[in-house]
């Protein structure tokens, strides 16, 4: 496995994304400070609350498991999954539920967790589908905020790292779901 070295550009086989060049944006140890803090804030915030935690998956899953070991109290998690890229690098605009909470969400503090807020466009859609289930609260927490393609204006309560501009991949983040797996946030060079 190739180290991860501030500012190494290299080349790594992936099966159908053959040769792809990336450079590394986030290490792992960067990633770890902000999940860290993101958690005492979110801890801090949610004392006395209700909380269910809705991660979007497929990408949130690495971010999300981090984040909730770290945090000071209880939390109920739920998943939805919603289709926006299909197997492009932008996003269609057009948005698509294809699996729904299963918690009762009335009443209860909802937080939803994101990997990465780009386009703003499914953010949007989750925001406006679960404030129909009538929470008490909902917020919103990113692991990575990208305002290049920033379509929807989005009110992001918590958000660990800013991007201006890049497609990223590791720490879930993928590319036609290769590179899930990279310890750290690389820019793919396409």
């Known amino acids: 496995m190739t180290p991860a070295v501030p500012g190494l550009t290299f080349h790594m086989e992936m099966g159908p994304m053959s040769e792809c060049e990336k450079r590394l944006l986030f290490s792992s140890d960067e990633i770890a400070r902000h999940v860290e803090r993101l958690a005492r804030e979110i801890s801090e915030d949610y004392q006395d609350g209700d909380v269910v935690i809705v991660g979007i998956l497929k990408g949130v899953f690495i971010f999300l498991a981090d984040l909730v070991r770290q945090l000071t109290i209880p939390v109920e998690i739920d998943f939805v999954r919603l289709a926006s890229y299909g197997s492009g690098t932008t996003s269609s605009g057009t948005v698509r539920l294809t699996h ?91």
């Open 100 to 190: 729904d909470v299963e918690l009762n969400l009335a009443g209860r503090d909802i937080l939803i967790v994101e990997d990465i807020v780009d386009s703003g466009i499914t953010l949007t859609f989750l925001r406006e589908h679960l404030l129909s289930r009538r929470p008490r609260s909902l917020r919103i927490c990113a692991l990575v905020d990208k305002g290049e393609r920033r379509s929807v204006k989005v009110d992001l309560d918590y958000v660990g790292l800013h991007l201006d501009k890049g497609f990223v991949v590791g720490y879930g983040l993928d590319c036609k779901e290769c590179y899930r797996y990279l310890p750290a946030i690389y820019e793919l060079i396409l």
